[in-house]
């Protein structure tokens, strides 16, 4: 089997499908693997460190992604890589398929392509390996932004997070107490913040609590709650995500516009149209900007800022997946793997998940019809 690494070319992402550990255990498990020139370089890995184990470098995305049976992505293909593809390949991305373009769907089902979406995977305990690291890694950045942009250098109110003796830390609110919400409160809370976190379930608080300690203070998701936290907080952060939908604005405009100036909100969801009514998507080379005197961060790739930990993090979930349908073909992997098929969108251009259909107006249709 032939696979096929191509270079992210999302703006400003770093991440690649594999590091050179990667490759070379899909090497041993009997794969060819072609690598884009340049591919590794945004996560510090040269085209040597590919060819030194056993990878082969091409320098065309052409051959990258129209010669391979397999391809690796963090993201999912674009219109132009789409076009690209040839038939019948197994695409292995986060792919988000429900809310892609309509024509890169179109061009999915054309060419007949088998689509395992990594943020899918779920395991027999109900975890998503591949989304709960990489919200693992945002809900952690997320904080560090908060930080950086609090300061006044970057216009920020000027806040020290952990406080001192005699002088109170910032408040840090949270919306989502998910894995990314979570996370952040941890990292918040270590750093000396006073926490609020707050969610429409108690259930996903009640675990929060558990992990963060009783320093964290917990809410109910509601408006008046919302306007009173968003009236306190020097640090807003958007954690709500939904699988396979658009994100809900949980903070209306006119919500922000209650914030105290120079504070700071950090949108971890928006890549899915964001929780908080104000945001748009910014890049990691221009994060911010600032609308109704409140800063806002709102880059969708996140993990790419630490992009050497991002890929190993992607690639530890990946490998065992990718290695399977190495060994033992495609529809032997999926059967027999325990979660593979869990990831499943389209077989061979066949809609095979209930929420892509239902984006795309399509029939659906259960793996056991399709996979003899």
């Excluded at 690291?133 to 250098?153: K, P, T």
Aim: charged letters at 25%; glycine letters at 10%.
């Amino acid at each position: 089997m032939i696979l096929g690494i191509p270079r992210e070319r999302f703006v400003d992402e770093r991440r690649v499908g594999l590091s050179p550990a990667g490759v070379r255990d899909l090497v041993e498990a009997g794969a060819t693997v072609y690598i884009e020139s340049g591919a590794g370089e945004g996560a510090g890995w040269t085209d040597a460190d590919y060819e030194e184990i056993g990878g082969r470098i091409v320098f065309s995305r052409e051959e990258v992604l129209g010669r391979p049976d397999m391809i690796v992505k963090v993201l999912p293909p674009n219109a132009e890589e789409s076009e690209l593809l040839r038939d019948d390949q197994v695409l292995m991305s986060y792919l988000q398929l429900p809310l892609a373009r309509r024509e890169v769907f179109d061009d999915y089902c054309e060419r007949r392509i088998t689509a395992i979406g990594l943020e899918n995977v779920e395991k027999e305990d109900g975890r998503h390996p591949v989304r709960r690291a990489m919200s693992e890694i945002a809900g952690a950045l997320a904080v560090h932004a908060a930080v950086e942009y609090l300061g006044s250098d970057k216009g920020g109110r000027g806040v020290l997070v952990g406080g001192l003796p005699g002088v109170p830390p910032a408040s840090v609110g949270i919306i989502g107490a998910g894995v990314v919400g979570t996370t952040a409160a941890q990292h918040a809370l270590n750093m000396g913040a006073h926490v609020i976190l707050i969610d429409h379930r108690v259930a996903p608080l009640r675990d929060a609590m558990h992990i963060c300690g009783q320093g964290l203070q917990t809410g109910i998701i509601n408006e008046h709650n919302l306007e009173k936290m968003v009236k306190f907080v020097d640090v807003l952060i958007g954690a709500v995500l939904i699988e396979d939908y658009p994100t809900p604005h949980i903070v209306t405009r006119e919500m922000v516009a209650m914030m105290k100036p120079r504070s700071v909100i950090v949108d971890v969801a928006i890549d899915q149209g964001g929780s908080i009514e104000t945001t748009r998507p910014t890049t990691l080379s221009d994060p911010t900007y600032i609308e109704s005197g409140v800063i806002h961060y709102a880059v969708p790739n996140m993990p790419s800022r630490v992009s050497r930990t991002s890929t190993r993090a992607f690639q530890n979930q990946v490998i065992p997946l990718a290695k399977k349908i190495v060994i033992d073909g495609l529809d032997k992997a999926l059967k027999e793997h325990p979660y593979m098929m869990s990831g499943l969108n389209l077989y061979k251009g066949e809609v095979t998940r209930e929420a892509v259909a239902k984006a795309f107006d399509v029939p659906c249709k259960s793996s056991s019809e399709v996979i003899q």
